[in-house]
């Protein structure tokens, strides 16, 4: 199965990803908003033209509410379709135009360089982070880039058990599971130095974060853990209608012994500026 495949396998359920992201809220350590936090003390006020990659439901642009000009237009790419009208309504909500395309990173070579004051990406680089060079392209030399990702131990606790519960069941694991490769392309580990290449500055903020679970919401982690099994599962040569099972129960008896679960949800912001083009580039 192609990782466009396996994305969509995860996403294509729009409600199911609506219910995990509330979740992830509700049970997260660090009350804080990420993307509000990512936000915090930009002058944003003149920005007209906002490109949000990888915009899901628009969560992002969601938080642009007060922040830039009235007269803004705010384009939000994906490669699911079924996201466009809670995308739009996100753009209502923050009181500016929106357009959609569910065409992917691709449109991007369409758009005429400097093109964008303002582009955000929150959980989605690490899907293409070779888009990279075109995002310096299309920012405005004054313009700002956000990106949000994870850190590299994310879900630690998470992965851990899954490969233990692979050596119980005398299953092959001793390569990474699709998840690490996925959040490893881009994560805080590696992100600065993909992007100092393509920006004069770049401001790092860590945002600490744990998903807490107790005995009684254990129910709620497996729905958690279920959303996400594609990008734990696919390609990997595992049978996941044998496997999910028994990770399932592995995680209700862990939960048992130790009066819940606790899961690594760290995440990192990027704050970039200054877009070098491509004949800048060293």
Same mark, same amino acid.
């Given at each position: 199965?192609?990782?466009?495949?396996?994305?969509?396998?995860?996403?294509?359920?729009?409600?199911?990803?609506?219910?995990? +992201?509330?979740?992830?809220?509700?049970?997260?350590? #660090?009350?804080?908003?990420?993307?509000?936090?990512?936000?915090?003390?930009?002058?944003?006020?003149?920005?007209?033209?906002?490109?949000?990659?990888?915009?899901?439901?628009?969560?992002?642009?969601?938080?642009?509410?007060?922040?830039?000009?009235?007269?803004?237009?705010?384009?939000?790419? &994906?490669?699911?379709?079924? $996201?466009?009208?809670?995308?739009?309504?996100?753009?209502?909500?923050?009181?500016?135009?929106?357009?959609?395309?569910?065409?992917?990173?691709?449109?991007?070579?369409?758009?005429? &360089?400097?093109?964008?004051?303002?582009?955000?990406?929150?959980?989605?680089? $690490?899907?293409?982070?070779?888009?990279?060079?075109?995002?310096?392209?299309?920012?405005?030399?004054?313009?700002?880039?956000?990106?949000?990702?994870?850190?590299?131990?994310?879900?630690?606790?998470?992965?851990?058990?899954?490969?233990?519960?692979?050596?119980?069941?005398?299953?092959?694991?001793?390569?990474?599971?699709?998840?690490?490769?996925?959040?490893?392309?881009?994560?805080?580990? #590696?992100?600065?130095?993909?992007?100092?290449?393509?920006?004069?500055?770049?401001?790092?903020?860590?945002?600490? #974060?744990?998903?807490?679970?107790?005995?009684?919401?254990?129910?709620?982690?497996? &729905? $958690?853990?279920?959303?996400?099994?594609?990008? $734990?599962?696919?390609?990997?040569?595992?049978?996941?209608?044998?496997?999910?099972?028994?990770?399932?129960?592995?995680?209700?008896? +862990? +939960?048992?012994?130790? #009066?819940?679960?606790?899961?690594?949800?760290?995440?990192?912001?990027?704050?970039?500026?200054?877009?070098?083009?491509?004949?800048?580039?060293?």
């Amino acid at each position: 199965m192609s990782e466009q495949a396996q994305i969509h396998k995860v996403f294509d359920d729009v409600q199911a990803h609506l219910r995990i +992201a509330e979740l992830i809220r509700r049970f997260s350590t #660090n009350r804080r908003d990420v993307r509000r936090t990512s936000l915090e003390g930009l002058d944003l006020k003149d920005c007209r033209q906002i490109l949000d990659l990888g915009c899901a439901f628009g969560s992002f642009t969601d938080k642009l509410e007060g922040r830039v000009s009235p007269d803004a237009v705010a384009t939000g790419v &994906d490669v699911i379709g079924g $996201y466009e009208p809670l995308f739009l309504a996100a753009c209502r909500r923050a009181g500016i135009r929106g357009r959609f395309f569910s065409t992917g990173t691709p449109i991007l070579e369409t758009f005429a &360089d400097r093109t964008f004051d303002l582009i955000l990406c929150s959980y989605a680089l $690490y899907f293409f982070p070779e888009a990279i060079p075109e995002i310096a392209r299309l920012l405005h030399p004054q313009g700002t880039f956000v990106a949000i990702t994870h850190q590299r131990q994310n879900a630690a606790e998470m992965i851990g058990l899954v490969k233990r519960v692979l050596d119980a069941m005398g299953l092959f694991h001793e390569r990474d599971l699709p998840l690490e490769n996925i959040t490893g392309r881009f994560s805080s580990g #590696n992100g600065e130095a993909l992007l100092t290449p393509w920006f004069g500055k770049i401001h790092v903020i860590d945002f600490p #974060n744990k998903l807490v679970f107790s005995k009684q919401d254990i129910e709620h982690f497996l &729905d $958690y853990c279920r959303f996400k099994s594609p990008l $734990y599962f696919t390609d990997t040569g595992l049978d996941m209608e044998a496997v999910i099972p028994a990770v399932s129960e592995q995680i209700r008896r +862990a +939960a048992s012994e130790r #009066n819940g679960i606790t899961v690594s949800k760290d995440d990192c912001i990027f704050i970039c500026a200054l877009p070098k083009s491509r004949q800048e580039k060293p």
